[in-house]
């Protein structure tokens, strides 16, 4: 069974950069709409690598997520027939010797930049950077899905936290 377990931050300074190991470019695309129920992702990364996922939240914390790899021609053509599209750059960091990665978006969801963390358990201890800013986890109306479906400048982030 595939099981994420993970926190997010929002990002409120530019200290993480010096930390980066890696970066990759995503596009990415819903198939689906509705927030509250699984959500299908289709993911090209730096145009070489392509992702079908199929997400569901079962905490706060923990998602459900199975993801397999697609014919690259095919998620493009998935990610021109859906609506619901995001861009991203995803700087991978190692903290501490944790694996963080900050994504900054790109279009309409531009300047918006959320760094997370995946967990070995729920109850695992972190040291968070100081260059995070307020927990989002478990906010979906801050998730990929929610932000691909209405973009940051649609809704501010002070407006989207008051939905969780």
């Not at 409120?12 to 980066?20: G, H, L, M, R």
């Not at 903290?95 to 963080?100: E, T, V």
């Not at 309409?108 to 968070?128: F, G, W």
């Amino acid at each position: 069974m595939g099981i994420e377990i993970e926190r997010r931050f929002l990002v409120k300074s530019e200290d993480w950069k010096s930390q980066i190991v890696l970066s990759e470019d995503f596009s990415q695309a819903y198939l689906n709409s509705s927030i509250g129920e699984w959500a299908t992702r289709v993911r090209i990364i730096d145009n070489q690598k392509a992702y079908i996922t199929l997400k569901s939240s079962l905490s706060r914390l923990i998602n459900y997520e199975f993801e397999y790899s697609i014919p690259t021609k095919d998620a493009i053509e998935l990610i021109n027939l859906s609506k619901y599209k995001i861009t991203k750059t995803r700087y991978h960091l190692k903290i501490n010797k944790k694996d963080w990665v900050v994504d900054l978006f790109h279009g309409s969801n531009s300047p918006l930049k959320i760094a997370e963390i995946e967990l070995n358990s729920e109850s695992e201890e972190i040291e968070i950077p100081s260059w995070c800013g307020q927990e989002i986890t478990g906010m979906k109306s801050l998730s990929n899905a929610s932000l691909a479906k209405t973009p940051i400048s649609k809704v501010s982030v002070k407006d989207r936290m008051q939905f969780k």
